[in-house]
């Protein structure tokens, strides 16, 4: 039997993980210790990552029957004080579960519990998930640039469009917050997440003794790949919207890289937001930068002006058709007030967005800041010859003003790049 090492204790005055964010308060954490066990089920091991709204645990399901082979669980403890999310994203997992023969199912990350824990200064929601190996942001640390190879990337994306086709076409769900973050890979073999849990005795998380509770460094590296058989999920689903209702969606979603066009200039948005994210997107898994490169101002602040600009830059001016839908909704406020980037309250896109942006005429009123050196062909340095020539027509299937005129994720699984 391994002899468990005794943790080594960090400085108090250097800020880890979740201390590190602005505003960070240790009271609105929930004080999760290893081999506390939650709900009288889940027996905690280690402290697999963490957010501005929770940290998330490796934990073992205590009530499977001695027979049975061990059950690890990823459980995500919210803060006291953000139940509305954390519910919100429950609410959406009972949706995700419409119709798990189609073969989207598996790229889509579902709850399997859901139950609220009572803390010293309030209660958190706690989601439970199957274990995940790592985000595609860690899996791109591994790849020689950052750069996934042509062939790689292809299988990666039909995973996502085939999440994203489930999501649409079966579910009703946009999920609005595509980024690497939010995209995992799965185990390729059981035996990776065993050695790593019996390997925890040797080597113990970090940690730090606070006022009332301990603060955990993430213990989250479980080595290279034995072999490439693992499948990408789509997770996070805290911001995810369902489409049922007669009134439009406009409010603000999306990472400002990924705003859609619709989304900023407020016309109204849906499933073809996520295929615009996910075209943005291609250029971070492919070529390790942005698609858009200068949209901030100099102080670093998000700019949709320069955005915009880019945009243009692209794709040529907008549609008619698009501002005339702008100026049409431009007045009627949301259903509710959102923040700007300055963290004004809006109640419009052209409040919180610095709109108008054309001129009744529809001439863009920042010409200046439109880039003239700014195309697609030259943006992909990774591809040549034919491979090129149909990446970009399948790009462009996704980067289009119009959200119509988009291709559905079911459309571009059969994209001749996707199948050649």
């Known amino acids: 039997?391994?002899?468990?090492?005794?943790?080594?204790?960090?400085?108090?005055?250097?800020?880890?993980?979740?201390?590190?964010?602005?505003?960070?308060?240790?009271?609105?954490?929930?004080?999760?210790?290893?081999?506390?066990?939650?709900?009288?089920?889940?027996?905690?091991?280690?402290?697999?990552?963490?957010?501005?709204?929770?940290?998330?645990?490796?934990?073992?399901?205590?009530?499977?029957?001695?027979?049975?082979?061990?059950?690890?669980?990823?459980?995500?403890?919210?803060?006291s004080n953000?139940?509305?999310?954390?519910?919100?994203?429950?609410?959406?997992?009972?949706?995700?579960?419409?119709?798990?023969?189609?073969?989207?199912?598996?790229?889509?990350?579902?709850?399997?519990?859901?139950?609220?824990?009572?803390?010293p200064h309030g209660t958190h929601p706690c989601l439970v998930y199957e274990p995940m190996r790592e985000t595609f942001k860690l899996f791109q640390r591994r790849v020689p640039d950052g750069k996934i190879p042509g062939p790689l990337l292809k299988l990666f994306l039909q995973h996502i469009l085939l999440g994203l086709d489930y999501l649409h076409s079966e579910c009703g769900i946009v999920h609005t917050d595509i980024k690497q973050d939010n995209i995992m890979l799965t185990f390729e073999d059981p035996s990776v997440l065993e050695n790593f849990v019996q390997n925890l005795a040797e080597a113990p998380m970090l940690r730090k003794m606070?006022?009332?509770?301990?603060?955990?460094?993430?213990?989250?590296?479980?080595?290279?790949?034995?072999?490439?058989?693992?499948l990408l999920n789509l997770v996070d689903f805290g911001l995810a919207q369902h489409t049922d209702g007669p009134e439009p969606l406009r409010h603000p979603i999306q990472p400002p890289l990924f705003h859609a066009p619709e989304v900023i200039l407020g016309t109204g948005w849906s499933y073809?937001?996520?295929?615009?994210?996910?075209?943005?997107?291609?250029?971070?898994?492919?070529?390790?930068?942005?698609?858009?490169?200068?949209?901030?101002?100099?102080?670093?602040?998000?700019?949709?002006?320069?955005?915009?600009a880019e945009m243009i830059s692209l794709l040529g001016p907008p549609p008619k058709e698009l501002l005339d839908r702008e100026e049409k909704w431009s007045r009627v406020e949301w259903r509710r007030d959102f923040p700007s980037v300055e963290g004004k309250l809006c109640w419009t896109a052209r409040e919180c967005y610095g709109g108008p942006f054309f001129s009744s005429e529809g001439v863009f009123l920042y010409k200046d800041l439109i880039p003239s050196s700014f195309n697609l062909p030259d943006s992909v340095l990774s591809l040549e010859g034919k491979d090129k020539e149909l990446f970009l027509d399948f790009a462009s299937h996704m980067l289009q003003w119009l959200p119509e005129k988009r291709k559905t994720a079911k459309d571009l699984l059969k994209h001749p790049w996707l199948t050649m």
């Open 82 to 119: 953000d139940q509305d999310i954390a519910k919100h994203e429950h609410n959406i997992s009972r949706y995700l579960q419409a119709n798990p023969s189609h073969e989207g199912f598996r790229f889509v990350r579902t709850a399997i519990n859901y139950f609220e824990i009572t803390g």
């Open 272 to 308: 073809s937001a996520d295929i615009w994210n996910l075209g943005v997107l291609i250029w971070n898994l492919l070529e390790n930068r942005d698609l858009f490169r200068d949209i901030c101002s100099n102080q670093g602040a998000y700019d949709s002006r320069k955005h915009l």
């Open 210 to 230: 606070r006022d009332d509770s301990l603060v955990y460094l993430s213990r989250y590296d479980f080595g290279g790949f034995k072999s490439f058989r693992t």
């Open 1 to 79: 039997m391994v002899k468990s090492r005794e943790p080594k204790i960090l400085p108090l005055d250097v800020p880890v993980e979740e201390e590190t964010l602005p505003g960070y308060d240790p009271k609105r954490f929930y004080p999760v210790n290893p081999g506390q066990v939650l709900r009288g089920q889940y027996k905690v091991l280690a402290k697999l990552g963490w957010g501005s709204t929770s940290t998330v645990w490796l934990a073992e399901d205590t009530s499977r029957w001695f027979w049975q082979t061990k059950r690890y669980v990823a459980v995500k403890v919210a803060v």
